[in-house]
Each structure stands twice: as structure tokens, then as C-alpha cells.
């Protein structure tokens, strides 16, 4: 599986951005796809999930109520969109997929794409 992300960039507080990330070749089982970020010198975190077949999504306390994380099936791509945007959203955004169930860890995801930079100025 590889994955390809896009739609970060620079935004103003309260402003909104939506990320897209598609995948590409083949995938077995259930299987989930998600978000993380992180910013130079941090842990990488968890943002959101979303189980491929189910549609179940997970979300960080942090943006619970502001993004939202769906999936179109037929183009294999996910997207986080991102409202209310705060200062400490700045962070490079990565798009993740692992097999099986949602999980919050960083290490249990197996593929990573190359990561989008999202700023948001106050």
C-alpha cells in the first residue's frame, strides 16, 4: 500500500482545511486508514480513524467536535477535514494505514505517507 497526501498549507485560526490521501495497491482483511501529526521534537499523534469497512471513526480528544474523517470507497482516498483551526493544530499531518482495528499508537501502523504541513496563524 502506498499513500499520497494533500491540502495542507497556511490557514488563519478559525479557519478550515481539508486533507485528502489516496491509496493505492492492495489491501486484505479489514483494514484502517487515519491521521496523525506531529510537530519537530514532539511525539507523533494520534488525530483520527476510520475503519474502511465500517465506516467507525475514532477521534483525539483535541479535535473531537472540529474534524472529521471520511472515506470515498470507489476512489480509495480518505480525508480529515479540518474546522475551527487552533495555533496548536500547526503540525505536520500524516496519513496512515494499518490492518485490522483502530488503534491511537503511532507504531502500530504499518504504512506512513510522506506527510502535508498544515500552519495556522493566530
Known amino acids: 500500500v502506498e499513500l499520497v497526501e494533500s491540502g495542507g498549507g497556511l490557514v488563519r485560526t478559525g479557519g478550515s482545511l481539508r486533507l485528502s490521501c489516496a491509496a493505492s495497491?492492495?489491501?486484505?482483511?479489514?483494514?484502517?486508514m487515519g491521521w496523525f501529526r506531529q510537530v519537530p521534537g514532539k511525539e507523533r499523534e494520534f488525530v483520527a480513524g476510520i475503519s474502511w469497512t465500517s465506516g467507525e471513526a475514532n477521534y483525539a480528544d483535541s479535535v473531537k467536535g472540529r474534524f472529521t474523517i471520511s472515506r470515498d470507497i470507489p476512489k480509495n482516498t480518505v480525508y480529515l477535514q479540518a474546522n475551527s483551526l487552533k495555533p496548536e493544530d500547526t503540525a505536520d499531518y500524516f496519513c496512515?494505514?494499518?490492518?485490522?482495528?483502530?488503534?491511537?499508537?503511532?507504531?502500530?501502523?504499518?504504512?506512513w505517507g510522506q506527510g502535508t504541513r498544515v500552519t495556522v496563524s493566530s
Open positions: 496512515v494505514y494499518k490492518a485490522g482495528f483502530i488503534r491511537t499508537r503511532w507504531n502500530e501502523y504499518e504504512v
Open positions: 495497491g492492495r489491501t486484505f482483511g479489514p483494514y484502517v
